[in-house]
Structures are given as structure tokens and as C-alpha cells.
């Protein structure tokens, strides 16, 4: 029997979530593992690219480069794609889109680059055939990315088709609602696996809980989509994408409670909706609670993360009181409990009134937001050694046992600059397996599943900006990989980009 082919592969995600990613790549076999600028590049055979689509919590597209080359203007382009042999890709009766993103002061705008890519393949079968197949912007057959940093172009196809963060539970939103990508990362950063209790006092329209249950319980978050667009691949196994999509032997056992609550009756109904729909109604409790009404907690110890507002849409002074009323409930009613809150606003977290003892740098859409790591416990900091605490950031001892696992390597910073458990089968609980389809139907066009409607747009980069750590700044806390004294200010990617 054949080893399986491996091929190059290319997991785009959200800034500042490229080391979760990677985690996730390798713990599903990923081999040849590069953290880039908002990628991971890793290689892999095809039942892994289809692995990734279905488990990468993290991912945003799943890209497989096809043909590399340099071109200094756009003739060259044009010309390169030429030399690709697109029958191995497309025939006459198929369709196709164009996603191109562009960093480079040759080319300026990443349309112009697109048309360029369909101009080659509309040439390159009216040379042959006096044929050519046509662009479909709302229901593509196939997807083409092209890259280019600089000069240096990257032609890859495009497996996911939609962007991963839209997991297919979502039936209704809040106003602001945070992506399904970014509480699946504010997660598996803060350390929490399912080992205790988890609470959101503001729950909004229920992403954090969803997230967070089907991470303790082991359930892929792709598993409610309703296509990938590598199942319309000409060289797509439909056997062996039916057995890893059904595949349950990492589900797990739930002992906790997930909770959830929301000032807001609205909220809380979109959030059953929601977590009805994600086949997790057993699984997490709601209810609608003010987080000033909270009067103990609901277990010994445990989590807390939390999304507030932000103060879009709140005046300061309201904003300011809101975080003081969150530092004082954690500091009151949930000693044992190591609490995460996002927030972009500084005099936010000031409001807290709490000493955070860890903060991790995340994109929440177009904002930079921090989130800040809070222990609580009663009496006094001093009175707490480090070294008896619980630790689930990222300390030097983790860090140093990432690097050395086989086949994680993290890319040298002029190579990014141009990228983008048990044996048997756990029981489920009461996860309603009745939301996963019976079987995949073949993905024709006659087939009842929701289309990818092409609204995930292409981004232009901007240029980075690092900046050197002042001497003694309060960004390096204790127990913080000494590497990272360089903040890498990166212009910030919108969600499925």
C-alpha cells in the first residue's frame, strides 16, 4: 500500500492566534510546522487538509498553494498563470472566483490583480478549447487564492470555500456578537480544557458558551457546516471525508457546568436559539442575570470569560462603573476562580480595580484589544507565591516544551514577512447528535446546501510597524518568553479574512 501524497498547506487565522493554530496542526499530525503572519504553514496528505477544515478551532481557510513564481509587474503574472495546466483544476462547465490579497508597492490593488488571474485562465482554455468556463461570485465550484508579497506570487486553492468561522450553529446575533474564531482562541489560550466550571455573566448571544462546551466535550467545530469547498474538487474522497467527519473518537466526558447570563431578555433568547440549533441545550445553563445580582459562585472554582462592551455604544462615565462592578464581583464572590476579560480600553481594566498577572494581545474585528488574566483569591498578593498558583498562561516551562516537540518550528521573522485520549470512544452525554446529518450528499449543484455566497472580501496589507520594549515596561510580566520583545503591530484582519 502507498504512503499518501503530502503536499504543502496553509492555515490562514486572525492575528495573534498564529501559536494556537499551530498547536492545534500539530496535535492532528501536521508535520513541517511555520508560524507566519496571520498563517501557519505546515505539510500534510489529504485526509489531513480534510482534518483541518473539520477540527481547526482557530483556522479562518484552509489554502493549498498550487504554483509559486516571481513576477515584477502585472504582464508577468498573466504570463506565469498561463503555464499552469488548468484542466488538472477546471473544466469548461465548472465555475470560479478569484480571492487575491496583495503586500507589495508593485502591485496597489488587489482586484486589478484578480482580473489578471481570470484573463490567464479565460485565455488559456480559449487557446484551446474556444471555450473558457465562467466566474461565479455567489456559488464558485472552485476557489482560487493568490498571494503576492512583494514579488513573490503564490497561486493555492481555496478547500474551505467559507470562512471557518462561520460554524453553521449561528441563527441569530446580537449587535455586536464576537467571532466564533476569536472566544474559540480567548479560550484555548486561557488554559481551560473542561477541567472545572466556566461562566460568562455576559453571555450575549451565546458564542463563549458554545465554544467552550463543545471544546470540553470534544466536538469539532465544524461539524454543523454544510459544505467545504474542497468537496468539489475533481480529486475529492468522498469515502474518506465520510469517515473523519464521523469519526467520534475524541469526543469527551463533560463533568462540569458551563453558565451563562445576560442583563439583556433579548440576548438570552438569541443564545438558546443558538445553542439549541448547536445541539447544546443540555450541556449549558441561562439565565437572565444582571452580573451585579450575582450574589456567590456557582462552584468552588473555576473560569470566567467574558467579552463586556467596550463603550462603542456606552458613555465613559456608565462604561467606568460597569468594570468596577466586574472587579468588584470577581474579588467578592469568586475567589479560586481565575478570570479573562477582553477589552480594548485601558482606563477599562483600571476601572477593574484588580492586578492582572497575565494579558495576551488579540484583533476583536478592527480593534486591538487585550486580554487580561486575573487570579482571585482572598487576602493579600503577597501572601500568594507564583510558584503555588495555578498557571494556565503560557509560561517559560510551556513555551520551552512546545519548541522541542517534533515538527513545530517557528519561522524567522524575514520568512514571515511575506506570508499571511483515549483508545476507546467516549460516550457523548446528552449531545443531541440528531443536529449532524445522517450522511454528506454529494455536493452537485442540484444539492439543498446553503451556498457560499462570496461575501469574504480580499485584503490589502499595510505595512508592519515594530517597535522595540522600553527598558522595564509593564508588557513583560514574570514568567514571559524573553523572544518576544517585539511587538509586532500588525494592521488587523476583519473575520474570514
Not at 450575582?294 to 467606568?320: H, S
Amino acid at each position: 500500500m502507498t504512503e499518501p501524497q503530502q503536499f504543502p498547506l496553509i492555515a490562514k487565522t486572525m492575528a495573534e492566534l498564529e501559536d494556537v493554530l499551530a498547536e492545534e496542526l500539530i496535535a492532528l499530525g501536521a508535520d513541517n510546522v511555520e508560524i507566519g503572519t496571520r498563517m501557519v504553514s505546515f505539510t500534510g496528505d489529504m485526509a489531513l487538509m480534510y482534518k483541518a477544515n473539520i477540527h481547526c478551532r482557530t483556522a479562518l481557510r484552509i489554502l493549498k498553494p498550487i504554483h509559486s513564481f516571481k513576477a515584477e509587474s502585472a504582464d508577468e503574472v498573466y504570463e506565469a498563470l498561463k503555464q499552469v495546466n488548468w484542466d488538472d483544476y477546471l473544466t469548461l462547465d465548472t465555475t470560479f472566483s478569484i480571492d487575491a490579497v496583495v503586500y507589495s508597492h508593485i502591485f496597489t490593488h488587489s482586484k486589478f490583480v484578480a482580473y489578471k488571474v481570470k484573463d490567464a485562465i479565460a485565455d488559456w482554455f480559449m487557446e484551446r478549447y474556444e471555450k473558457r468556463p465562467s466566474v461565479s461570485l455567489t456559488n464558485p465550484d472552485m476557489v482560487f487564492n493568490i498571494h503576492i508579497s512583494h514579488n513573490k506570487c503564490t497561486l493555492s486553492l481555496d478547500s474551505s470555500g467559507e470562512s471557518l468561522h462561520k460554524r453553521g450553529y449561528r441563527v441569530a446575533q446580537t449587535e455586536a456578537p464576537i467571532s466564533e474564531v476569536l472566544a474559540a482562541g480567548m479560550i484555548l489560550k486561557s488554559g481551560w480544557r473542561g477541567e472545572s466550571t466556566l461562566v460568562d455573566p455576559m453571555c450575549g448571544s451565546g458564542t463563549i458558551l458554545i465554544e467552550a462546551a463543545m471544546i470540553a466535550m470534544g466536538i469539532p467545530p465544524g461539524i454543523h457546516r454544510q459544505h467545504f469547498a474542497f468537496e468539489r474538487w475533481k480529486d475529492f474522497d468522498q469515502e474518506l471525508f465520510s469517515h473523519i467527519y464521523n469519526d467520534d473518537s475524541g469526543a469527551k466526558e463533560f463533568k462540569f457546568r458551563i453558565i451563562g447570563s445576560d442583563s439583556s431578555p433579548a440576548a438570552i433568547s438569541i443564545a438558546e436559539r443558538n445553542i439549541k440549533n448547536a445541539g447544546l441545550k443540555n450541556q449549558i445553563e441561562l439565565s437572565v442575570k444582571p452580573f451585579q445580582q450575582y450574589t456567590e459562585a456557582p462552584a468552588t472554582e473555576g473560569v470566567v470569560i467574558t467579552n463586556p462592551p467596550y463603550g462603542e455604544r456606552i458613555k465613559v462615565e456608565e462604561l467606568n462603573e460597569l468594570y468596577g462592578m466586574i472587579g468588584e464581583r470577581l474579588k467578592h464572590l469568586f475567589t479560586g476562580y481565575n478570570a479573562y476579560i477582553l477589552s480594548y480600553r485601558k482606563e477599562s481594566f483600571d476601572a477593574i480595580g484588580l492586578k492582572h498577572t497575565c494579558r495576551f494581545f488579540l484583533y476583536n474585528g478592527a480593534l486591538e484589544c487585550e486580554m487580561r488574566e486575573y487570579e482571585i483569591f482572598s487576602g493579600k498578593r503577597r501572601e500568594h507565591s507564583r510558584d503555588e498558583r495555578p498557571r494556565n498562561r503560557r509560561d517559560d516551562a510551556f513555551l520551552k516544551e512546545r519548541n522541542s516537540r517534533e515538527g513545530y518550528r517557528r519561522s524567522r521573522r524575514e520568512e514571515r514577512e511575506g506570508g499571511e485520549e483515549s483508545a476507546g470512544r467516549p460516550e457523548r452525554g446528552a449531545f443531541n447528535r440528531d443536529r449532524k446529518p445522517a450522511h454528506r450528499a454529494p455536493a452537485g449543484k442540484g444539492g439543498d446546501r446553503r451556498p457560499f455566497d462570496g461575501d469574504d472580501k480580499p485584503r490589502d496589507f499595510t505595512k508592519r510597524v515594530i517597535r522595540r520594549k522600553e527598558e522595564g515596561s509593564s508588557r513583560g510580566q514574570k514568567g514571559e518568553d524573553p523572544k518576544k520583545t517585539l511587538r509586532i503591530r500588525r494592521s488587523p484582519g476583519k473575520e474570514g479574512e
